[in-house]
């Protein structure tokens, strides 16, 4: 999923998602939530995902900001659907540098925009993933 390469001094290899497999991914992730599809979304992320958010500050204090592990996640997430039912996600804007992967999305309603920096393995699943509403 990764493309490597090596640096003209041979010294540093480098590793960057192709932004076309970025894409899909972000769509696939967009997808599964908009649907609340919460078994098509997790496989998504490693076991050990780590979010770190000021939505989980608003909803979970003692989280000092982050979730940890993908069943915890999983609990969260689908916690908020149900808050938010209405949260459907549209991309509008991506950006790829190495392995990660910088989002700019809004809700349908244009009521609540977006920013996740998403950092992947090298098998192409989101290890963390920092976002900020707006």
């Known amino acids: 999923m990764l493309r490597k390469w090596v640096t003209s001094n041979m010294s540093e290899t480098k590793y960057m998602i192709a932004e ?3 894409l899909e991914l972000i769509e696939r992730m967009f997808s599964s ?6 078994e098509s979304l997790m496989p998504l992320f490693t076991e050990d995902i780590e979010l770190v958010s000021n939505k989980v500050m608003d909803l979970l204090p003692d989280a000092n900001g982050k979730i940890k592990g993908r069943k915890v996640l999983h ?3 689908s916690a908020l659907m149900q808050l938010y039912p209405h949260f459907q996600f ?3 804007r991506l950006i790829v540098e190495g392995r990660v992967i910088i989002v ?3 809700t349908d309603d244009h009521q609540t925009h977006c920013i996740s920096k998403l950092h992947l393995t090298f098998d192409g699943l989101i290890e963390r ?3 900020v509403y707006l």
Do not use: G, S
């Open 20 to 22: 076309q497999t970025a």
């Open 33 to 38: 939530w908009n649907k609340q599809d919460m």
């Open 75 to 77: 609990t969260y997430w």
């Open 90 to 92: 549209r991309l509008k």
């Open 104 to 106: 700019y999305y809004k």
């Open 129 to 131: 993933m920092e976002v």
